[in-house]
């Protein structure tokens, strides 16, 4: 089954708050972690991602968490715009994995006007 | 600088036809990906191939499915026979050539199978 899950399948934000989207995995080998942004009809594109060697990193606007003791992940958005509204998936890869991502079930961020 | 780029985006098959779906990867990637995703659902991938190589196949269902990247020319998802459950999106992804490089996806196809 799928090693990796989130909390919350709908997250829904008024514009201009920050967001927090959460996944866990249970993978404790996993030592490289990517999220990505799919909006309808389109493929998932690259936001950030996050080795485990690190416990934080930050893009534009966005911040990755990565907690390695409860085997946490989460995105932080900040400033949330009506153009982040879409589907959030955490993936992650582990060594012997061979390369491939498997991918949480995703979560929906809706922006309120 | 292309992304990955995939054709069709949409395809519809009748039960019993096959499906060709192409994906060219990213300018410099030797590494491609693909991915199934049902409606409402994350991806799951299928199988990982590098130029002319098949690397992992073990998301890859034993039959009517198969995949190439050959020397030249777009890596390709063949499904034969198609049935109705194989209605999904397929995305392609490509990447690098050091292991845990990022994977960019394609835009996918849509697969109806009438």
């Known amino acids: 089954g799928e090693s990796v899950g989130l909390h919350l399948p709908t997250l829904s934000v008024q514009e201009g708050d920050n967001s927090i989207i959460n996944c866990a995995y249970s993978?404790?080998?996993?030592?490289?972690f990517i999220w990505y942004k799919q909006e309808s009809g389109k493929g998932p594109q690259f936001i950030i991602d996050i080795r485990s060697n690190m416990d934080k990193r930050q893009g534009q606007r966005v911040t990755v968490l990565l907690n390695k003791t409860v085997k946490h992940l989460s995105l932080q958005i900040a400033a949330t715009q009506p153009g982040d509204s879409a589907v959030y998936f955490c993936a992650e890869n582990t060594p012997d994995s061979s390369y491939k991502l498997i991918f949480g079930s995703g979560t929906r961020l809706l922006v309120r006007p | 600088n292309a992304g990955v780029m995939q054709n069709p985006r949409h395809l519809v098959r009748r039960r019993g036809q096959e499906a060709r779906l192409r994906c060219s990867p990213m300018?410099?990637?030797?590494?491609v990906y693909w991915y199934r995703q049902l409606p409402e659902e994350g991806l799951k991938f299928m199988v990982y191939?590098?130029?002319?190589?098949?690397?992992?196949e073990s998301g890859m269902p034993k039959e009517r499915f198969s995949a190439e990247f050959p020397k030249e020319g777009p890596s390709i998802l063949r499904i034969q026979q198609v049935v109705r459950g194989d209605s999904a999106a397929y995305f392609c992804?490509?990447?690098?050539?050091?292991?845990?490089?990022?994977?960019?996806f394609g835009p996918g196809t849509r697969l109806t199978v009438l």
């Open positions: 993978n404790s080998a996993s030592d490289y």
């Open positions: 300018k410099g990637h030797s590494h």
């Open positions: 191939l590098q130029k002319e190589n098949i690397i992992d």
């Open positions: 992804a490509s990447s690098g050539t050091v292991r845990a490089d990022t994977q960019y």
